[in-house]
Structure formats: C-alpha cells, structure tokens
C-alpha cells in the first residue's frame, strides 16, 4: 500500500537525526543528566521513568491536550502510534490499539485515575458517559502492548489511564462556552479551593449538537462531578471522586441510506475512594474500592413499524392484536444498547521499596452485573472474579534492571487466567534504555460475550400453531468459552536527547493471538419458525499475528516552538476466518487490512507571543476492515487551532481558540460508508481565574 508524501518525510527526518543519537553522550554535561525524564505508574504501579519501564509508553500531557483542540479522548489517541480511532457516528466512538475491531472494542482497559469504566454489558467504553471535562485532565498515559499483569483481563492489547488534575495543586477555575458546526454548542466549568485539610473540585457541563447531513444524529448531555483530598497526616491520604452524566444520542449504523437513528438515553454515576498511608521510609499501603452504574434506554418498537416487520417475514399483514401480542413476548426495541450494568471493585495494594528492588503486590476483588431485556433475556447475569497480581524490579547492577508482573484471576464461572510479563532492561546511559521483553497474557471474556442470549417468540399463530413458539433464534449463551491469549516478543529503545530536548522511542513486535473469540453460526437447538435454524454464539475459533514497528519523536526545538511524530508499520496476518455462517464450515477471508497498514501523525505548537498560541495537526490511517463497518480507505486529516489570550487582572485571563478539523478536506468515511467526516470548525471562549 502507498504512503502519502507527507507519511514518507518521517524517516528520513529520524535518520538524519541519527548523528546526533550516537555523538550525544560525548557533549554531555553534568547538568544535561538532571533533565527531567517523565515519570510513568500505569506500567507496572511503580512510579518509574520511562527509561526504567518494561513496556512502551506514550504519554499526552496537558499541551497536547490543549494544542490538538480535540473535544474527545479517542480523537485525542490519534496522536499514539499504533492506535486506530474512528467516528462511528458523530457522537459515538472506537478506538482500537493494532486494529481487528467492531463498533465495539473490547480488548483495551481505560481507566481514569485508576478506576476502571469498562461496561460489562456492551463488553467496551461508552465515551459519551464518562462525566468528565477535558480541561481537567492532567494527562493520559497509554501502555502501548498488552498490560494484563498490571491491569488484569480488559487490558489485553494495553491500558490507557487519564489522569486527572490534582484539586490540591490548583486553586480557581474556570467557565468555558463553544459553538460549531453540526449546531454544536458546550458549556464546562470548574472550581478548585481548599479547607483546612480538603481539597476539592467542582466540574460539570453541558454538551449538545443537533444533526449530521444524513442521519440527524443527535446528543444532548449535562454531567456534574466532585474530587477531592483529605490529608489528616503527612503520612495519610484520602481520595474520593463522584459523578453523575445524564442525556441522549442518536445511535445506529450508517451503512444504509434509509437507516433511521435511534434515540439512546443514559444515566451514569460513579464513586471512587483511595486510601494511602506510608507506613515506613520504604513501604505504602493502598486501598481503594469503586462503583460503577450505567443505565441505557432505546424505546420500544412502535406498533406500526413491528407490523410492517411482521408482515415482511409472515406474508401477510397480522391483526392488531397479534402484533400487541408479540410486543409483550418480546419487548422489542429498535436498538440493541438497552439495560443496566453495575461494577463493584476493591483492592489492597503494598509498595515497597528496598535497596535494589522495588516490589508492588495486591489482592483486588470485583462484581459485575448486568441486565437486559434484548442483551440477556435469560435474565439478569452476575460474574465475580479475584485477582492476585505482582511486580517485581530488580536493579541489580547500574546498566542493567530486571522486571518481572504476573497477574492471576479467577472468575465465578470456573474460568482461571494466568499472565506474566518479563523485561531485560540495558542502560547504555542515564537518559537511554535497551528492553528486551516477553509477554503471555490471557483475557477472560466478557459478561457479553459469554451470556448474550436473544431469542424472539411467536403468539398462537391461526392455521399454523396454537401456542407460543419460537420465531427466530438470533443468539445464544456460551458459558464454557475460553480465554483468549496474546504471546508478544518485543525489543523497545527509548532516549531522552537532553542537549536537543527531544526523546525518541521505538518498540519492534510480534504479538501471536490465539483462541479468541468472535462470532460463530452453528445449529440451533429448538426448530424456530423461521429458520434457517441457526444461531449465533461466541466462539474460541480464530487467531492472527501482528508484526510491525512503532515510532515516536518529540522535540523541543525552540522554547517557542515543538513538535511531535509518529508513525506505525503493522502487518497482521491471518488465516481465514471459519466463521461456519451456511452451516457448511463457510470461512470469510479477510485479506491484509484487519489492521490498517501505515498509521502516522504529526503535531506542531508554536507560540510566537506569549499570549498566542497556533498548533496544526495531521493523521494518516491506511485502508481498514472494520468488523462491522466494512473496509474503510485511507484517509489524511489536517487540523488546525489558533488561540488568542488577554490577562485581564492578576487573577483573570481570557482565552479565545478556533480550532477547525479537517481543514483541508476532502470529506472521507469513517467505520461506515455513509459516517462522513467534513470540515468541522469548533469557537471557545475560556474565563479563568487563580
């Protein structure tokens, strides 16, 4: 496949920098030694250096966050090499590390400060309900390779983890107001303050907008959340978060132009506490526990439209009473994104740190309940699992450390998964690393994957039969599916370029993936009217492997001036798929695009005044085979943001931004054929004060 121009001036720009990699250690000074190398947790729970981590880390701070004018998190992953993100619609999102996903990704944990907001029911993230301000994000650290021993189950292809703004550090707020295209309007908040001993902040928002040109998507939204510490003692700390995010949105697919939207309302709340006391010089104890709650409501099939459907699959246009009838059976409704999920967790955690090793290891518990009327119609489903996890580095020498995690979990459903991840550190200096690093992890399914179960039922049926029967078998439970496991071999360099301010970072991979699981047709059990009688059920039934490389180049160039590339080769090879869809072992190739080829970005920030700030961004993605989108071609993305500020009083300063995405155009389609991605211009006035 072809690269654009733009993607090919990436290597030569690295390799001429290549003299400057291999003469830096000789111009060296002392103070060059003490630049600031970024810290890292969500590794492996050890506050490290990313030189010291044994996997590769991409960290977007709070400037890329500001200078990219992103109004989402998956936009914001587009600046991570490897990483495939899509609009579904406009107001719902996917976003996949090394591709082979659906509208619905699944093999990736997302935490905010630690708390997992994995729903079980719909086994993925629903972006649009996460009660959160994008102004209160500090940064977000993505593991790029799977973190299972660090994370557990969900973070199979890796873990990202936003974290938020310390209430402690801040002091003031903030209002911000927006308007763009797609009638797009928001409103944020914040405020930060301290009594005595408390820390607190207050956030909340309003977002809306009204419609694409096709399908007149909508959203409507307003979300309220509290954070904040409680220090009783030098030694103590308590953390607690809640939020609420309440609203709609238009859900569907747009591969069909005469697709009708469906209306989805949510409700979502959450409730984190984290305890900290350092017990020793050496040692930290951590609790926490959280709870999590999501309700999802699509209406109920009307009348009218259920006959119309009925009348398509009988022949014949049914009587009233039949149809009202079968509405009762079956609770139709005209999207599958209904029901309730709770998510219950808690943890003990010890830190300690020794003269060569440093050691971190805990016990967590979590509960996960789900109930659907069109998900789980066997009624409400419950999985239980513990988990037992460690890590271990050992710097037994000053080039060279040892890191070792292991993860153990055991589910309710006698289902057991075993991970473990073993690096080789090699430190040719103080501001670089060498990693040689093997992984097994293995994921244990879904709530979803494991029980989703729809079946649709008939009333007596005059001349055909005299009782309720089975119409149609659509899906079927699977409750002895196996965990899926993902082998990765790979070798990681990374520098931090301290007389240039630049850091390089480059990760070379296979990850061989096995037993996983996907949809697979087989015979149904109980003849349906319909028919053919066959079902849907989720099954161990397919593999592929991913070889590639990833590279990440950010510079300082000027203190005015910095910028940042990316750029990821993946070639992912896979046999075809026996998906057994006629009930003939039928398979379903799917060629080279699973994963799209070539993925890369470009980030530039400019601050010419102090109180200007102009950044352009650009995304490249190669041809891709979304699961259930279809092949999607490769597109280019340019976006640009410029930001003007007025210091008003020592305590004020006003912003005004206009950021507009694909500046450049064309219009290209994303996940689906008709899900089109315009020129989109977004104006924001922020109000601050300190």
């Given at each position: 496949?072809?690269?654009?121009?733009?993607?090919?001036?990436?290597?030569?720009?690295?390799?001429?920098?290549?003299?400057?990699?291999?003469?830096?250690?000789?111009?060296?000074?002392?103070?060059?030694f003490f630049t600031d190398i970024p810290e890292i947790t969500s590794a492996t729970?050890?506050?490290?250096?990313?030189?010291?981590?044994?996997?590769?880390?991409?960290?977007?701070?709070?400037?890329?966050?500001?200078?990219?004018?992103?109004?989402?998190?998956?936009?914001?992953?587009?600046?991570?090499?490897?990483?495939?993100?899509?609009?579904?619609?406009?107001?719902?999102?996917?976003?996949?590390?090394?591709?082979?996903?659906?509208?619905?990704?699944?093999?990736?944990?997302?935490?905010?400060?630690?708390?997992?907001?994995?729903?079980?029911?719909?086994?993925?993230?629903?972006?649009?309900?996460?009660?959160?301000?994008?102004?209160?994000?500090?940064?977000?650290?993505?593991?790029?390779?799977?973190?299972?021993?660090?994370?557990?189950?969900?973070?199979?292809?890796?873990?990202?983890?936003?974290?938020?703004?310390?209430?402690?550090?801040?002091?003031?707020?903030?209002?911000?107001?927006?308007?763009?295209?797609?009638?797009?309007?928001?409103?944020?908040?914040?405020?930060?303050?301290?009594?005595?001993?408390?820390?607190?902040?207050?956030?909340?928002?309003?977002?809306?907008?009204?419609?694409?040109?096709?399908?007149?998507?909508?959203?409507?939204?307003?979300?309220?959340?509290?954070?904040?510490?409680y220090t009783p003692s030098l030694t103590e700390t308590l953390r607690f978060q809640?939020?609420?995010?309440?609203?709609?949105?238009?859900?569907?697919?747009?591969?069909?132009?005469?697709?009708?939207?469906?209306?989805?309302?949510?409700?979502?709340?959450?409730?984190?506490?984290?305890?900290?006391?350092?017990?020793?010089?050496?040692?930290?104890?951590?609790?926490?526990?959280?709870?999590?709650?999501?309700?999802?409501?699509?209406?109920?099939?009307?009348l009218s439209d259920l006959t119309t459907l009925l009348a398509d699959e009988l022949?014949?246009?049914?009587?009233?009473?039949?149809?009202?009838?079968?509405?009762?059976?079956?609770?139709?409704?005209?999207?599958?994104?209904?029901?309730?999920?709770?998510?219950?967790?808690?943890?003990?955690?010890?830190?300690?740190?020794?003269?060569?090793?440093?050691?971190?290891?805990?016990?967590?518990?979590?509960?996960?309940?789900?109930?659907?009327?069109?998900?789980?119609?066997?009624?409400?489903?419950?999985?239980?699992?513990?988990?037992?996890?460690?890590?271990?580095?050992?710097?037994?020498?000053?080039?060279?450390?040892?890191?070792?995690?292991?993860?153990?979990?055991?589910?309710?459903?006698?289902?057991?998964?075993?991970?473990?991840?073993?690096?080789?550190?090699?430190?040719?200096?103080?501001?670089?690393?060498?990693?040689?690093?093997?992984?097994?992890?293995?994921?244990?399914?879904?709530?979803?994957?494991?029980?989703?179960?729809?079946?649709?039922?008939?009333?007596?049926?005059?001349?055909?039969?005299?009782?309720?029967?089975?119409?149609?078998?659509?899906?079927?439970?699977?409750?002895?599916?196996?965990?899926?496991?993902?082998?990765?071999?790979?070798?990681?360099?990374?520098?931090?370029?301290?007389?240039?301010?630049?850091?390089?970072?480059?990760?070379?991979?296979?990850?061989?993936?096995?037993?996983?699981?996907?949809?697979?047709?087989?015979?149904?059990?109980?003849?349906?009217?319909?028919?053919?009688?066959?079902?849907?059920?989720?099954?161990?039934?397919?593999?592929?492997?991913?070889?590639?490389?990833?590279?990440?180049?950010?510079?300082?160039?000027?203190?005015?001036?910095?910028?940042?590339?990316?750029?990821?080769?993946?070639?992912?090879?896979?046999?075809?798929?026996?998906?057994?869809?006629?009930?003939?072992?039928?398979?379903?190739?799917?060629?080279?695009?699973?994963?799209?080829?070539?993925?890369?970005?470009?980030?530039?920030?400019?601050?010419?005044?102090?109180?200007?700030?102009?950044?352009?961004?650009?995304?490249?993605?190669?041809?891709?085979?979304?699961?259930?989108?279809?092949?999607?071609?490769?597109?280019?993305?340019?976006?640009?943001?410029?930001?003007?500020?007025?210091?008003?009083?020592?305590?004020?300063?006003?912003?005004?931004?206009?950021?507009?995405?694909?500046?450049?155009?064309?219009?290209?389609?994303?996940?689906?054929?008709?899900?089109?991605?315009?020129?989109?211009?977004?104006?924001?006035?922020?109000?601050?004060?300190?």
């Open positions: 496949m072809n690269v654009p121009l733009a993607s090919n001036r990436l290597i030569p720009l690295l390799l001429v920098s290549a003299p400057v990699f291999a003469s830096e250690e000789l111009y060296l000074s002392e103070q060059d729970r050890l506050t490290q250096k990313l030189t010291d981590s044994p996997a590769s880390i991409s960290i977007i701070d709070r400037d890329m966050i500001t200078g990219s004018g992103a109004r989402n998190i998956p936009d914001l992953l587009r600046l991570v090499p490897g990483f495939q993100s899509a609009h579904v619609s406009v107001n719902k999102f996917a976003t996949t590390y090394h591709g082979v996903s659906d509208n619905f990704p699944r093999r990736m944990e997302v935490m905010v400060d630690g708390r997992s907001v994995y729903v079980p029911m719909l086994g993925t993230v629903d972006w649009t309900s996460l009660g959160l301000n994008m102004d209160d994000i500090a940064r977000i650290e993505v593991v790029r390779g799977s973190n299972v021993p660090t994370q557990g189950a969900n973070a199979f292809m890796g873990s990202i983890n936003i974290i938020t703004r310390e209430p402690a550090a801040q002091s003031g707020g903030y209002v911000t107001a927006g308007v763009g295209s797609l009638d797009s309007q928001a409103v944020t908040a914040s405020h930060s303050d301290s009594l005595a001993n408390w820390n607190y902040r207050i956030s909340g928002g309003h977002e809306q907008n009204d419609h694409d040109d096709i399908y007149h998507d909508r959203l409507r939204r307003n979300y309220l959340s509290v954070s904040g510490s809640a939020g609420i995010d309440r609203g709609m949105t238009n859900v569907g697919q747009a591969d069909d132009l005469d697709y009708e939207y469906v209306r989805r309302k949510h409700e979502s709340n959450y409730q984190y506490l984290r305890y900290q006391n350092l017990y020793s010089n050496t040692g930290t104890l951590q609790i926490s526990a959280f709870h999590n709650y999501l309700n999802l409501e699509t209406p109920l099939t009307s022949g014949y246009t049914p009587e009233d009473a039949f149809v009202r009838h079968f509405q009762a059976l079956n609770r139709t409704r005209d999207d599958v994104e209904h029901g309730k999920t709770h998510t219950y967790d808690a943890e003990i955690q010890l830190t300690e740190q020794l003269d060569q090793v440093s050691l971190v290891a805990g016990l967590g518990y979590r509960m996960e309940e789900a109930v659907s009327d069109v998900l789980f119609q066997a009624g409400e489903e419950q999985e239980e699992r513990w988990r037992g996890f460690a890590n271990v580095n050992w710097a037994w020498h000053p080039e060279w450390q040892f890191n070792s995690g292991v993860m153990y979990e055991h589910s309710s459903e006698n289902a057991d998964a075993f991970s473990y991840r073993h690096a080789l550190i090699h430190h040719p200096s103080q501001q670089s690393s060498i990693r040689l690093g093997y992984s097994l992890s293995e994921r244990l399914p879904s709530l979803q994957e494991r029980f989703g179960n729809n079946a649709i039922y008939a009333p007596p049926i005059p001349g055909l039969t005299d009782q309720v029967t089975l119409f149609d078998q659509v899906t079927g439970s699977n409750p002895d599916l196996q965990p899926e496991r993902n082998r990765t071999y790979e070798i990681g360099y990374y520098r931090n370029l301290a007389r240039q301010s630049a850091s390089l970072d480059v990760r070379i991979f296979r990850e061989e993936m096995e037993s996983m699981v996907d949809s697979y047709f087989t015979l149904a059990e109980e003849d349906s009217l319909l028919g053919p009688d066959r079902i849907i059920i989720k099954e161990n039934q397919y593999s592929w492997t991913n070889e590639g490389a990833e590279v990440s180049f950010k510079q300082q160039l000027t203190p005015e001036f910095w910028y940042l590339i990316n750029y990821a080769y993946i070639n992912t090879r896979n046999d075809p798929w026996v998906n057994n869809k006629k009930l003939n072992g039928s398979k379903v190739s799917f060629g080279d695009s699973l994963t799209a080829e070539h993925t890369a970005s470009l980030m530039l920030n400019w601050r010419p005044k102090p109180d200007l700030n102009l950044s352009a961004m650009y995304y490249y993605m190669d041809t891709m085979n979304w699961l259930e989108g279809g092949i999607r071609d490769s597109y280019e993305r340019t976006d640009l943001r410029a930001a003007h500020s007025w210091q008003l009083d020592s305590q004020r300063d006003l912003e005004v931004a206009l950021t507009v995405q694909n500046a450049f155009g064309p219009s290209y389609a994303e996940f689906y054929e008709y899900n089109l991605f315009d020129r989109r211009y977004w104006l924001q006035l922020s109000l601050r004060h300190h």
